[in-house]
């Protein structure tokens, strides 16, 4: 019996690369059911299955702010059934934290956070039923610790790790197990549909002079990182196939396969001043100290 997956966000990047390698895998082992809020964007994953995989592969639409639409994508799936439900969908939001509006601030928590749990609800009572299942979520070391001039990407993260710590807790007792795919920066599509406040901005005009400069060495930061650290999704899939197959999977996999060592003076200096310091100085140089 094929092996059901569910995953969120497959127009692009980490979902879209998962969606290809489950559904071409040679032992034909997966059912993938890729969804995507815009099935306009649906020609990019045909693409790269080609015609190969038509009963590997099915395409549905899910936007996972609208509850209607993922239960409306539950009752497509034909073996109903997921076995593996991979919360993936997520947007960024970058910029001072002044100018963002509590519409632009709700919007991120509704995609991240409650996309995230509302996506998992829908599914939780029918893997409780069948007294098994996996949820993988991809997450983010943005989740893990604060990044300057991410405050609600990072809340955002945050508050997904609080979520399903919780819930792997309880459905262990279901032989539900939960992971979260911790990933650093990946080449997708991640900064092309990231909201971002651009230095020449109005609405950057009413804040002081030295959050702008400040900003502006996050920004050059935040390219060299993505120039000379970011990850190849292909290698993030890797990463959830390990997931995957473990049969007592982890809680948590980081893609770089260790805790990075900024994350490592979380748990080794609890205070937290470590990290604060060693942050600002990787990334401002530091101006101040
Ligand atoms: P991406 O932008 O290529 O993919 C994100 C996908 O989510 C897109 O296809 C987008 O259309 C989809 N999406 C957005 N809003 C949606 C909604 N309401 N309903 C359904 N789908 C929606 O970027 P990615 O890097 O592949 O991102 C995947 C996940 O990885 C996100 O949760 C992101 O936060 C996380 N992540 C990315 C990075 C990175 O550097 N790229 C790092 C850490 C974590």
Do not use: W
């Not at 990047?13 to 995507?36: C, E, H, N, P, Q």
């Not at 709700?106 to 996996?134: C, D, H, P, Y």
């Amino acid at each position: 019996e094929k092996k059901v997956v569910l995953i969120t966000g497959c127009s692009s990047g980490i979902g879209l690369s998962l969606a290809v390698r489950l559904a071409s895998d040679s032992s034909k082992v997966f059912k993938v059911y890729a969804t995507m809020r815009n099935l306009a964007k649906k020609e990019r994953l045909l693409e790269c299955v080609k015609d190969l995989h038509r009963d590997t592969l099915e395409i549905l639409q899910m936007d996972v702010t609208d509850r209607q639409s993922i239960l409306t994508a539950r009752d497509k799936v034909v073996e109903k059934r997921v076995d593996i439900l991979v919360c993936n969908a997520g947007v960024g939001l970058m910029g001072p934290l002044e100018v963002q509006s509590l519409d632009t601030m709700r919007r991120i928590l509704e995609v991240n956070l409650l996309g995230t749990i509302q996506t998992i609800q829908v599914f939780l009572s029918g893997m409780k039923a069948q007294g098994q299942g996996r949820i993988l979520v991809t997450g983010s070391t943005g989740g893990l610790h604060g990044l300057p001039f991410n405050e609600m990407y990072c809340a955002s993260k945050f508050a997904i790790e609080g979520a399903c710590e919780s819930l792997a807790v309880l459905l262990q007792h279901f032989n539900i197990q939960v992971s979260l795919i911790e990933c650093g920066p990946v080449n997708s599509d991640f900064l092309i549909n990231l909201q971002k406040a651009e230095l020449g901005d109005p609405s950057l005009q009413q804040v002081d002079g030295r959050t702008i400069s400040l900003y502006e060495k996050y920004l050059q930061h935040c390219s060299m990182v993505f120039q000379n650290a970011a990850q190849d999704t292909e290698d993030i899939v890797e990463v959830f196939l390990d997931a995957i197959h473990s049969t007592s999977p982890a809680f948590r996999y980081f893609t770089n396969s260790v805790m990075p060592p900024l994350t490592q003076l979380k748990v080794t200096e609890p205070d937290g001043m470590e990290y604060i310091k060693t942050m600002s100085k990787i990334i401002f140089a530091d101006e101040d100290q």
